[in-house]
């Protein structure tokens, strides 16, 4: 199962490919803002969050959409979220865009792929390889860790231009966590911690609708979720808490390697964590916002 643990190695090391380093048993990018691994293991953590935001929102989208002839996933991840969608709208062409190519054996290599799903690398902090118009549909979810509050403008100024006259933007992020146990609330502090030295703004959720107020989108409507994490939040609480107990073991280097705990202690807190989201009444807020652009 994706969320058993690996035995951890110590040290950061190097591996014939210079866009990818090791660190305690997990593969990274090499010099990028995105913390999480890019390996097989976070692959299928990735399609199990995908499923619990899909229970959720009860679907795998808010704006309303009506026939798209184009649609875009930005940070694509494992393709899932694009596959299903492409599947949704046969006569729509579905482009997924991320950092690195999906791992050999995820969905993206799969019977499952529609011809209608594309895949292609690009960064959206530095600019997307399509033209002005090119999309009516433009998704974004849970990329707030990995890109610097800096770099937000220029991202949702490429959201925009790609997005066709009558299409839709819509972002899906995530807020810190509420109401956490004495470990959760340490290790969200950690995590706060290390967006600071990062240039990360945990809050952006909360800016994107100005944002794209000042661009020109209209018709902006902003839903808030909170999901009840563990048992008190039903089946739903149980799965967003197996999903977050795989996430922080996947940040394990980002805390450890900026001296913020030591690999003991943030064991320790792992396994807490995991306890104290069955006893605790943590939840975790997110921020729907889609709009859609007219001029």
Same mark, same amino acid.
Do not use: C
């Given at each position: 199962?994706?969320?058993?643990?690996?035995?951890?190695? *110590?040290?950061?090391?190097?591996?014939?490919?210079?866009?990818?380093? !090791?660190?305690?048993?997990?593969?990274?990018?090499?010099?990028?803002?995105?913390?999480?691994?890019?390996?097989?293991?976070?692959?299928?953590?990735?399609?199990?969050?995908?499923?619990? &935001?899909?229970?959720?929102? @009860?679907?795998?989208?808010?704006?309303?959409? !009506?026939?798209?002839?184009?649609?875009?996933?930005?940070? *694509?991840?494992?393709?899932?979220?694009?596959?299903?969608?492409?599947?949704?709208?046969?006569?729509?062409?579905?482009?997924?865009?991320?950092? %690195?190519?999906?791992?050999?054996?995820?969905?993206?290599?799969?019977?499952?792929?529609?011809?209608?799903?594309?895949?292609?690398?690009?960064?959206? +902090?530095?600019?997307?390889?399509?033209?002005?118009?090119?999309?009516?549909?433009? !998704?974004?979810?849970?990329?707030?860790?990995? #890109?610097?509050?800096?770099?937000?403008?220029?991202?949702?100024?490429?959201?925009? @231009?790609?997005?066709?006259?009558?299409?839709?933007?819509?972002? %899906?992020?995530?807020?810190?966590? @509420?109401?956490?146990?004495?470990?959760?609330?340490?290790?969200?502090?950690?995590?706060?911690?290390?967006?600071? &030295?990062?240039?990360?703004?945990?809050?952006?959720?909360?800016?994107?609708?100005?944002?794209?107020?000042?661009?020109?989108? *209209?018709?902006?409507?902003?839903?808030? #979720?909170?999901?009840? #994490?563990?048992?008190?939040?039903?089946?739903?609480?149980?799965?967003?808490?197996?999903?977050?107990?795989?996430?922080?073991?996947?940040?394990?280097?980002?805390?450890?390697?900026?001296?913020?705990?030591?690999?003991?202690?943030?064991?320790?807190?792992?396994?807490?964590?995991?306890?104290?989201?069955?006893? *605790?009444?943590?939840?975790?807020?997110? %921020?729907? +916002?889609?709009?859609?652009?007219?001029?």
């Amino acid at each position: 199962m994706f969320w058993k643990r690996k035995k951890p190695t *110590s040290k950061t090391v190097a591996t014939s490919d210079p866009q990818f380093e !090791h660190a305690f048993g997990r593969k990274f990018i090499r010099n990028s803002h995105y913390s999480l691994p890019v390996d097989f293991e976070e692959m299928n953590r990735l399609d199990f969050q995908h499923f619990v &935001l899909r229970l959720a929102m @009860r679907g795998n989208y808010a704006a309303p959409i !009506h026939n798209p002839h184009a649609i875009l996933d930005i940070g *694509s991840g494992t393709g899932r979220w694009g596959i299903e969608m492409a599947k949704a709208f046969p006569k729509a062409e579905v482009f997924g865009v991320d950092l %690195v190519q999906p791992p050999e054996g995820s969905v993206t290599y799969s019977d499952e792929r529609p011809p209608n799903y594309h895949f292609q690398i690009g960064n959206v +902090t530095e600019s997307l390889n399509f033209s002005e118009h090119s999309f009516d549909y433009v !998704h974004m979810r849970l990329l707030f860790s990995g #890109i610097p509050a800096v770099a937000w403008p220029h991202v949702v100024d490429e959201m925009v @231009r790609v997005t066709n006259i009558g299409g839709w933007i819509e972002s %899906v992020e995530a807020l810190p966590l @509420r109401n956490g146990g004495p470990y959760q609330t340490m290790m969200g502090n950690w995590f706060l911690q290390t967006f600071q &030295l990062r240039g990360i703004d945990p809050y952006i959720a909360d800016k994107i609708p100005d944002m794209l107020n000042s661009r020109g989108i *209209s018709n902006i409507s902003v839903k808030k #979720i909170e999901v009840p #994490i563990g048992k008190h939040g039903g089946r739903l609480g149980v799965l967003l808490s197996t999903d977050g107990n795989a996430m922080v073991k996947s940040l394990k280097n980002l805390v450890v390697s900026q001296g913020l705990a030591t690999e003991e202690l943030y064991d320790i807190a792992v396994s807490r964590v995991a306890d104290e989201s069955n006893t *605790s009444h943590s939840m975790q807020p997110n %921020v729907i +916002t889609f709009g859609q652009r007219i001029t």
